[in-house]
T-cell receptor, first 113, second 113 residues
């Protein structure tokens, strides 16, 4: 059984387009996250949600908008895509309130041309 | 930047040898975690050590933590080709209730059969 799943796995699109990445977890966790991993493998948190409430919002352009319809889902919508948005985006989930281990999805490789 | 640093950036060893990688971080922490990332895959949690612990073992993994030096090390004993991956440390900085993880820059480990 897949614990944290993301779709799509690969996304190739042109500059200026709008795209979405979906994430679902079946672990019963209350907290979900989006991370960005760049070409140098640096991994940085973008957002976290706890039970549909935004908790962490790092310095991310407002072209990125997370949406959590329920605590098992956290989607990421990106408007007006730019070349610099090309990266691997990871969704993760964890229990809440104690720095618990996080469970990562397989990643979505976004390429903007 | 809050990002921690890992040393070495890359490490190549033969099967059966031990691999040691080091992590330095910048702030006080709640805990420190180590993750593994196989090529093209998501991160997998390996081990968590709390700020009041000095050493922890899990199978062939041994982690140490020195909060006075803000550093940690991960030792993989009797390495196998399957251990080939990137290894990241991650810390939980204050405020501890956000579950925010700050990742290090990673160590790429290559184990030759």
């Amino acid at each position: 059984d897949t614990a944290v799943s993301q779709t799509p796995k690969y996304l190739v699109t042109q500059m200026g387009n709008d795209k979405s990445i979906k994430c679902e977890q079946n672990l019963g966790h209350d907290t979900m996250y989006w991370y960005k991993q760049d070409s140098k493998k640096f991994l940085k948190i973008m957002f976290s949600y706890n039970n549909k409430e935004l908790i962490i919002n790092e310095t991310v352009p407002n072209r990125f908008s997370p949406k959590s319809p329920d605590k098992a889902h956290l989607n990421l919508h990106i408007n007006s895509l730019e070349l610099g948005d090309s990266a691997v985006y990871f969704c993760a989930s964890s229990q809440t309130g104690g720095g618990y281990e996080q469970y990562f999805g397989p990643g979505t490789r976004l390429t903007v041309t | 930047s809050q990002q921690g640093e890992e040393d070495p950036q890359a490490l190549s060893i033969q099967e059966g040898e031990n691999a040691t990688m080091n992590c330095s971080y910048k702030t006080s922490i709640n805990n420190l975690q180590w993750y593994r990332q196989n090529s093209g895959r998501g991160l997998v949690h390996l081990i968590l050590i709390r700020s009041n612990e000095r050493e922890k073992h899990s199978g062939r993994l041994r982690v140490t933590l020195d909060t006075s030096k803000k550093s940690s090390s991960l030792l993989i004993t009797a390495s196998r080709a399957a251990d080939t991956a990137s290894y990241f440390c991650a810390t939980v900085p204050p405020p501890y209730n956000t579950d925010k993880l700050i990742f290090g820059t990673g160590t790429r480990l290559q184990v030759f059969p």
